[in-house]
């Protein structure tokens, strides 16, 4: 009788913390809706709306012979890292759209890659688990592979990497539902990130010098931000209706987007700790896979799985713009470091900048 009873306890006190949880959760609903006292387009109806613009494809990079499915810029607002399904990482000059190295892989599904700070490595990684480091030098005929360095190491798919402000540490993000902080040189965990309840998609690190917080997004509709020197979730904000593809800072810092499956993209105020605008029309029923804010932050830049790009006016939550060009999905969408252009990728084999 008394293991019986004994037995029953702990699901009991599961189901009661649980409860005690969810209200916990309604409480604090609550309190964040009696500070919500206006709506953002309501503030910004007073503000000039924006005159047209132009947005055209300038360039295509052509050289992946599959999906193109992750890149990063460069610094020096010139290079571009890109990764594929066919296991290579291609850098390339956007500007004369040369291919400057190429890595192959050892597995397909590069879903990740990063260029370091000083631009003289970059870091990819995907179904191997594993997050890689290859330093680039000017030597056009030198193996890129002898030189790589194995960083990170996950229980499930690398899902995003970037380094943080130096090119000695970088963070990711995979579907074992973690994120992490490594030291590049010695391959050491820094810090572990624990707070997801499914595979982490996609991280962005605070835009401030002395950022020591990021944000990720993952299948459990949630997005965490996170306090890297203590491995702490600080906020989480839980209001898509299906996977976070894509979070990005607003270049502010006080603010974030994030595009999901569930068609929409949204903006988090970190300082009000609520969500406070949401771009989505009855006629886009595709997920959105990528998000990217101007330079200024007045747009906001969103790639969609119908093969689109729509501009959103981030103040009055308009849409402004649609671009048409890619010929499958959209999966990957960077603006570059000064503001001229962005870079999109696509399961459609290339890269396109426009501007």
């Not at 992750?70 to 399904?85: A, G």
């Not at 603010?255 to 499956?261: C, L, V």
Request: net charge negative; charged share 25%.
């Amino acid at each position: 009788m008394a293991s019986q009873e004994e037995s029953s306890q702990p699901s009991d006190t599961l189901t009661t913390l649980k409860t005690e949880s969810e209200t916990l959760k309604t409480k604090l609903e609550e309190e964040r809706a009696k500070l919500h006292d206006v709506e953002l387009h309501q503030v910004a109806e007073k503000i000039e709306a924006l005159g047209q613009f132009v947005i055209k494809t300038r360039r295509t990079l052509k050289g992946h012979g599959n999906k193109v499915l992750c890149m990063d810029w460069c610094k020096d607002k010139r290079r571009i890292v890109s990764s594929s399904q066919d296991g290579k990482v291609i850098v390339w000059d956007a500007f004369t759209t040369n291919k400057e190295h190429a890595v192959t892989m050892p597995c397909t599904w590069v879903m990740a890659c990063a260029y370091a700070p000083s631009g003289c490595a970059v870091a990819c990684g995907g179904l191997d688990n594993k997050c890689s480091v290859y330093p680039l030098s000017l030597d056009k005929n030198e193996n890129l592979a002898a030189k790589k360095k194995s960083v990170a190491m996950h229980t499930n798919y690398l899902s995003a990497c970037c380094f943080t402000n130096s090119d000695m540490q970088i963070l990711t993000s995979s579907g074992d539902g973690t994120c992490a902080l490594w030291d590049v040189e010695s391959g050491q965990m820094l810090q572990s990130f624990h707070g997801h309840a499914a595979d982490v998609l996609c991280l962005d690190l605070a835009p401030s010098e002395t950022g020591n917080t990021f944000v990720s997004g993952g299948c459990d509709k949630k997005a965490c931000v996170w306090d890297m020197r203590t491995g702490q979730c600080i906020q989480s904000f839980e209001t898509h209706e299906s996977d976070i593809n894509s979070v990005r800072y607003y270049p502010s810092g006080d603010a974030f987007a994030s595009g999901s499956d569930d068609a929409t993209c949204r903006l988090y105020d970190l300082r009000a700790d609520r969500e406070v605008a949401i771009y989505s029309k009855e006629s886009i029923i595709f997920g959105a896979s990528s998000v990217d804010f101007s330079f200024s932050g007045r747009l906001l830049f969103g790639g969609y799985n119908d093969y689109t790009i729509n501009v959103w006016d981030v103040l009055k939550g308009t849409r402004m713009s649609i671009l048409f060009g890619h010929e499958n999905r959209v999966s990957t969408l960077r603006v570059s470091p000064d503001g001229t252009a962005f870079c999109s990728g696509s399961w459609d084999n290339t890269l396109r900048i426009w501007a």
